[in-house]
């Protein structure tokens, strides 16, 4: 089953009277990349919360933003004045005082601004209880996503199931055209060399070798077969319960070498005419397989 890399989900959930809210967005990359945006104070979960992530997406990049929020109103903050630095700070400004004959009166705003003074301290969490908020809150979203990823994937499938018509038509004209190939070419030969010789008996021995050499070497049998597996391979995979970008990727290129090696051995212009045509749709392809988890 095809799925998008490009997707977004949402999910909250409250739990002891606080509300967590997890946010995903996901965006198409060549491997696996798993962003955690979560609040200093809850750190310690991250990496529980990683692996669900992990478990739910096998490739792309993933911005998984985690936030919780006290119900009824903001979070609070605990404020400490740190006593030694604020003494510190004082002894400093009496022996400027002494030194310079500066006016020691110091005022409460002044040591306020000055750095550490005042200590902010969040109030303290409780991990499990976040891990377990979190994790719902996560899943909520991941689903969601997962669901936009189902549906953009639907779409994709869809035009890839299209496009692998259109090439496998192209190869079966190609297919037909093969053996007309040799005999053109042998009825061509035959009149090149009657207009040569001008009316002497023609080595039809030697003539035969020639179309057999010209034969094996514009042979594309093993090719089309490998190119029409190739197509029934990339089928088969698509209806695969599991990320198929990658295998996806790699077929596209064993059948890209396929149709070159056809192109290269083919002088005749209808069979390069449909190589041309299936390269044209093998891009179309390539495109969009960078957008397929």
Do not use: W
Request: contains cysteine; glycine residues 6%; negative net charge.
């Amino acid at each position: 089953m095809i799925k998008s890399m490009t997707g977004y989900g949402r999910g909250e959930n409250t739990v002891g009277g606080k509300r967590y809210i997890a946010e995903v967005k996901t965006v198409n990359n060549r491997y696996r990349d798993v962003i955690v945006r979560i609040p200093k104070t809850l750190q310690g979960i991250e990496d529980d919360l990683r692996t669900l992530v992990s478990e739910k997406i096998k490739r792309g990049r993933v911005e998984a933003s985690l936030q919780v929020i006290k119900e009824g109103q903001e979070t609070e903050y605990d404020l400490d004045l740190n006593i030694s630095l604020v003494r510190s700070y004082l002894r400093i400004f009496h022996q400027l005082g002494e030194v310079f004959g500066l006016d020691e009166k110091v005022r409460v705003n002044d040591l306020c601004q000055m750095k550490d003074v005042i200590l902010y301290k969040t109030e303290e969490v409780d991990l499990e209880q976040a891990k377990s908020g979190f994790r719902e809150a996560l899943g909520q979203a991941l689903a969601s996503c997962d669901l936009m990823r189902s549906r953009e994937g639907e779409a994709i499938e869809k035009d890839f199931i299209q496009r692998l018509a259109l090439i496998e038509e192209c190869i079966g004209k190609i297919d037909e055209r093969s053996p007309l190939v040799v005999q053109d070419y042998r009825k061509k030969l035959h009149q090149r060399i009657e207009q040569m010789l001008q009316g002497a008996e023609v080595d039809e021995g030697r003539l035969m070798q020639e179309v057999a050499i010209f034969a094996d070497r514009s042979d594309i049998t093993e090719e089309v077969v490998r190119a029409r597996s190739h197509l029934d391979q990339f089928r088969s995979i698509m209806s695969q319960e599991d990320a198929v970008g990658r295998k996806l990727e790699f077929l596209l290129q064993e059948l890209h070498r396929e149709i070159n090696t056809i192109s290269s051995k083919s002088s005749d212009s209808l069979i390069s005419a449909k190589t041309v045509e299936v390269k044209a749709e093998l891009e179309k392809l390539r495109e969009q397989i960078q957008n397929v988890e």
